[in-house]
Each structure stands twice: as structure tokens, then as C-alpha cells.
């Protein structure tokens, strides 16, 4: 299960009075899942520990502000990916903004490479190389498709949670988390069949 | 690719997502299922794109924050630690 569901046990009166040991469960339940998202939102361990920082700063400081209608554990992911997407932009102003570009050209990333490398034994799918690739095309995703990819299939939200934290429609998160799995799906593949190939000789 | 059934190659990519994550009525789903059967093509892509998903959610959840930056958090926000 979800470990954010044990956030119901959070009082939220005790938060709203700034009552730190509140906020110190709160931390305690949430910092692991913040600081992930940010390692693959940033994909450094630097960023990802200034977003951890600055999420439960913002937290303390706008508590108030939190209804109580979503779970903390979607308010805090809201003001992370927020933060994340801040430092992404601040990042890439000296450089050209490609993303956008990108998103419309991949409109409809159709499968191109059809191997079925679900074969390869269980070491070969996990081992320290493979891995690395992994991560690698996790970061080859927009930024936009790869926050979807992370609440959706890594974090384990809903799509209306998902929906909420990036404040925008449920269709619109199942058109990001499509073209995010499948762009996944076809890096790597380009690696194992490589893999394959190689093996085989 | 074309086949008897309804559904074609292209359907079955459209609702491919819906389908993975359990999302569609139990109609749809066994026409998908009856296509896959039949089409190689569709197979692989439902099985590598699941085993993509799988790869990706154990590396991504791989990630905990380390004990120092756990530490530094909890001073920079004067929170007590070893609280729960
Ligand atoms: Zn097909």
C-alpha cells in the first residue's frame, strides 16, 4: 500500500497550530517520497535535498492555507513538483527551451521498435548497467511527462490525484503518462535488443 | 495489420494505457485480449511496455533519503528529531 495513506493518522489541528512534533511525523512520513520524486525530477542528489528543504519550509509556512479536502501527502507532492518544475525552468533559461517543441513533434510516438526482450533473464533486466540506462531514460522525458510518470507509476497516485498535484485535467495526464511510458518503453528496448543482438554472437 | 476482429492495431494503442492499468470495461478488455492472441505485434509492445513500467517503478522507488540529509532537514527546520 501507498505509505501516504498512513498520512490520516496526521493530525491536522495539531499542524495548524505549528505544533512541531506534528510537524516532525509529518516529515517522518513524507521525506523519503519528496526526496525521491526530486532525484528523478533533478536527477542529482544536490537539488533533490534543496527541494526536500524548501517543500517542508513551504509546508510549515502555508499550512494554513492546506483545506484538508486532498491528502497532505498530494499537498506536499503539489508544492514539490512545483518547486522542481521552478528549478528545471531557472536551469534552462540560458538555454533554448526545447520541451515544448518536443512535446508537439512526439504527438503520437508510435511503437517503433517491435523485440520482445522480456526474455532476457532477471539479472540482465536489473543489473548495475541496465540500471543506469533506466535512470538515463527516465531523464530523456519532459519534464512535464516525466512528473506524470513519477506520481503515476513510481509514486503510485491516482489519475485524479496526479491531476490535482499538477493542476491540470485527468485526460490530460493519461495523454502525459502515454507518450512518457511509451517513449520509456522504446529506450529501452533500443538497449536490451542491443543486448540481444550482442549475446547472441 | 488487419485482422477479423473489431479491433485493429491502432485501437488497441489508443486504449493500450486504459488496458494496462485495469482501467477498461470487461467488453473491451477481452476484445484486446482476443487481438493480442492473435497479433505478435501487439503482444510484444503490452509486454515490454508492462516490463517497462515494472523496471522503472523498482529503480524509482530504489531512492531513500540518506540519514545526513535527513539530518540537515530536521535543522533546518529546528524540528525535534527521532519523533515518531
Ligand atoms: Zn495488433
Known amino acids: ?201 | 495489420m488487419k485482422h477479423s476482429h473489431d479491433l485493429d492495431c491502432k485501437d488497441l494503442l489508443s486504449q493500450m494505457n486504459d488496458y494496462i492499468d485495469g482501467d477498461l470495461d470487461e467488453t473491451l478488455c477481452s476484445e484486446i485480449e482476443a487481438h493480442i492472441k492473435t497479433c505478435q505485434h501487439c503482444q510484444i509492445i503490452v509486454d515490454t511496455l508492462k516490463k517497462t513500467i515494472t523496471l522503472c517503478r523498482e529503480e524509482g522507488r530504489e531512492v531513500n533519503l540518506p540519514p545526513d540529509a535527513r539530518q540537515r532537514l530536521f535543522e533546518k527546520l529546528n524540528l525535534p528529531e527521532n519523533d515518531d
Not at chain 1, 499542524?15 to 513524507?30: E, S, T
Not at chain 1, 540506462?133 to 489519475?159: K, P, Y
Not at chain 1, 511510458?181 to 528496448?189: G, I, K, M, N, S
Open chain 1, 1 to 201: 500500500m501507498n505509505k501516504a495513506d498512513e498520512n490520516s493518522k496526521i493530525d491536522l489541528e495539531a499542524l495548524r497550530r505549528k505544533d512541531k512534533h506534528a510537524f516532525a511525523q509529518l516529515v517522518n512520513q513524507n521525506s523519503d517520497n519528496i526526496y525521491r520524486l526530486g532525484m528523478k525530477m533533478l536527477g542529482n542528489p544536490q537539488d533533490a535535498e534543496d527541494i526536500l528543504q524548501e517543500t517542508f519550509i513551504k509546508a510549515f509556512d502555508n499550512i494554513d492555507r492546506f483545506e484538508g479536502r486532498s491528502k497532505v501527502s498530494t499537498w506536499l507532492y503539489r508544492i514539490a513538483v512545483n518547486e522542481a518544475l521552478m528549478l528545471l525552468r531557472k536551469r534552462k533559461d540560458n538555454l533554448t527551451e526545447i520541451d515544448a517543441e518536443l512535446e508537439t513533434k512526439n504527438g503520437d510516438l508510435l511503437p517503433r521498435q517491435i523485440v520482445d526482450w522480456c526474455c532476457l533473464p532477471e539479472k540482465e533486466l536489473v543489473s548495475n548497467e541496465s540500471r543506469k540506462r533506466i535512470n538515463a531514460a527516465i531523464q530523456t522525458l519532459s519534464d512535464a511527462n516525466r512528473a506524470a510518470f513519477l506520481l503515476r507509476d513510481v509514486e503510485g497516485l491516482s489519475t485524479k490525484e496526479t491531476a490535482d498535484v499538477l493542476d491540470i485535467s485527468e485526460s490530460a495526464v493519461k495523454v502525459r503518462l502515454m507518450r512518457a511510458r511509451l517513449q520509456l518503453r522504446e529506450e529501452l528496448t533500443n538497449f536490451f535488443a542491443d543486448k540481444m543482438v550482442r549475446e547472441s554472437l
